[in-house]
């Protein structure tokens, strides 16, 4: 278990509605990446947040969008909801702001179902 | 664009046999590539490689890296039914992951 949690852990909405989807990182991480992984499929990139900036984005629309707090834990939010994004929403945390890569540990998962 | 491609997309084997997993990619300013292991819900970390040609191994699992050829491969012997699951490959690059779509491997006893 990585010590980061996601909620909820499933959650149903219909199409036009807007949900809102949290995680919190593991302790001693400042930077969180968000993933929508649909079935079948392997996760896709959304974006990343460092120390409460958005620090890269993935080819998601606007109405994808996040935040992450002074503790750093982080909400992405979707409006207008779509059936599309019936999917796996996965969130990983890591220690950012030093050089090379830094392993990302991966959250439970909000499993989105759109009606 | 970037693009990660693994292969199979599935696969069915007995216990015992050995399995090769496939990981090919093209993807501009590559730093490392990885493997994961996704069982239920979370991926886990198998392997981060960056260098050509130098095995990492866990157990049972090894992977390997060439730079030139573009690809990278997990072996897994000795198969138990409790190594099925999905097996992803990602790249690095900026501190992102980009994912394959995944490989599910299926052990059965």
């Known amino acids: 278990e990585t010590g980061v949690t996601q909620s909820p852990t499933h959650l149903i909405k219909t199409r036009g509605q807007q949900v809102t989807l949290r995680c919190s990182s593991q302790?001693?991480?400042?930077?969180v990446s968000w993933y929508q992984q649909a079935l079948g499929q392997g996760p896709q990139f959304i974006f990343q947040?460092?120390?409460?900036?958005?620090?890269g984005r993935g080819n998601f629309p606007p109405r994808f969008s996040g935040l992450q707090f002074p503790n750093y834990s982080s909400e992405l939010n979707v409006n207008a909801l779509e059936l599309d994004d019936s999917a796996l929403y996965l969130c990983?945390?890591?220690?950012?702001?030093?050089?090379?890569?830094?392993?990302?540990?991966f959250g439970p998962g909000t499993r989105l179902t759109v009606l | 664009e970037d693009k990660v491609v693994q292969s199979p997309l599935s696969l069915v084997v007995h216990e015992g046999d050995t399995v090769t997993l496939n990981c090919s990619y093209e993807?501009?300013?590559?730093?490392?590539l990885l493997w994961y292991k996704q069982e239920k819900k979370a991926p886990t970390f198998l392997f981060m490689l960056?260098?050509?040609?130098i095995e990492k191994k866990s157990g049972r699992l090894s992977s390997i890296l060439d730079k030139k050829e573009l690809f990278s491969i997990l072996n897994i012997t000795a198969t138990q039914t409790g190594d099925s699951a999905v097996y992803l490959c990602?790249?690095?690059?900026?501190?992102?992951?980009?994912f394959g779509q995944g490989t599910e491997l299926s052990v059965k006893p």
């Open positions: 990983a945390s890591s220690l950012g702001g030093t050089s090379g890569y830094n392993e990302q540990f």
């Open positions: 302790s001693g991480h400042n930077t």
């Open positions: 947040y460092y120390r409460e900036e958005e620090n």
């Open positions: 993807v501009t300013n590559f730093r490392s």
């Open positions: 960056t260098s050509s040609g």
């Open positions: 990602a790249v690095e690059r900026g501190g992102k992951l980009i």
